[in-house]
């Protein structure tokens, strides 16, 4: 007998739980798309919950999505610690690398650490959270978002600095990822009190460290983001972007809820060092294939990635949806979803 139909909550919740689904479940990360989708400038959408709301909730509708997302960019636990951001009318906002907070590593000692509920940035996706709850709370898994400890270190450090910070002063760098850490857990907890289900970690700068650094530098500090996350009763899925094919393996130990891999790691790899419970999401190359395939490309390459995952499965691109991928190309990863399981 035939799975009874189940909501995109539902579905993802027995996804990763590892019980019976209907079809496959489909999580596409969307920000200058859905701005798009309702004809709305990227800036609106990154820094007015409201907008941002709007629009992931017409993304959800029009294509079938299982998940409401918190995301827009990178620079709001950082921007609220003191770093300089440059905000533009239609892209994301942008940490400026010379103008970040902690340009003196004395600085990291008397650094105030921010209230995620104080009438900042983080607090704009806490209200996001909430509105999404009143609207789709129980239907539609709700996605915050927080950056991991190297990705938020490299907002409150400068992103080269911080590569030279691993190599010449891993001390230093712990306190930095200390810090790191505990403001994404404060954030997370919030997000996941106004009402999100599950917390992305993105962690990008990882895949630039190499598995020696990662497995001892940034690795345990992850683990205590997840398990963090976890013990609040959230879920947890997690995305480095880059090439992680050497991180695979630690990055299964994590306890993730799901793992979120980019296109340069293929999922077959990340299947055989992570196992068969671990549930995978992605992953075809968002621009090469989403935005500049045709539909059945994008059919057949997550017929792809399906077949490498093989089940505990979740249907998305490799990254973000370029904001001018075509329609029917989303469409096309949507009716994968819809007619496998």
């Not at 999401?281 to 490498?308: F, K, T, W």
């Amino acid at each position: 007998m035939a799975a009874k139909h189940l909501n995109g909550y539902e579905r993802l919740v027995s996804t990763i739980e590892g019980s019976e689904v209907d079809c496959l479940a489909f999580m596409p990360i969307t920000m200058m798309f859905a701005a798009d989708q309702i004809g709305v400038k990227y800036g609106t959408y990154a820094t007015d919950f409201r907008t941002l709301v709007e629009a992931q909730l017409h993304m959800a509708e029009k294509f079938d999505a299982d998940h409401v997302s918190c995301i827009s960019d990178p620079a709001r636990e950082a921007g609220d610690c003191g770093s300089k951001v440059q905000f533009f009318e239609d892209q994301p906002p942008a940490i400026i690398e010379n103008a970040v907070a902690i340009q003196d590593k004395a600085t990291l000692a008397t650094l105030n650490m921010p209230d995620p509920l104080a009438d900042g940035r983080m607090f704009d996706r806490v209200k996001a959270a909430e509105l999404f709850k009143k609207h789709v709370g129980g239907q539609k898994i709700i996605q915050g978002w927080v950056e991991g400890p190297i990705a938020m270190g490299a907002d409150l450090r400068g992103l080269n600095t911080l590569m030279l910070d691993l190599i010449d002063d891993p001390v230093f760098t712990g306190d930095l990822f200390a810090f790191c850490t505990e403001l994404a857990l404060r954030f997370a907890k919030a997000q996941i009190n106004a009402g999100a289900d599950m917390i992305g970690i993105g962690d990008a700068a990882a895949s630039l460290a190499g598995p020696k650094l990662y497995k001892e530098l940034i690795w345990p500090y992850e683990k205590k983001v997840v398990d963090g996350i976890r013990e609040m009763g959230g879920r947890v899925d997690l995305h480095i972007c880059g090439r992680t094919q050497a991180l695979l393996e630690p990055m299964g130990k994590l306890g993730c809820d799901i793992v979120d891999l980019d296109s340069l790691a293929p999922l077959s790899e990340a299947r055989a060092q992570m196992g068969l419970n671990q549930v995978l999401l992605g992953n075809i190359d968002p621009v090469r294939i989403l935005r500049n395939g045709s539909s059945e490309n994008v059919y057949r390459a997550i017929e792809e990635c399906h077949r490498q995952a093989g089940s505990r499965y979740v249907v998305s691109a490799g990254c973000e949806v370029p904001r001018d991928t075509p329609v029917e190309n989303l469409n096309a990863m949507r009716e994968y979803a819809r007619s496998h399981h």
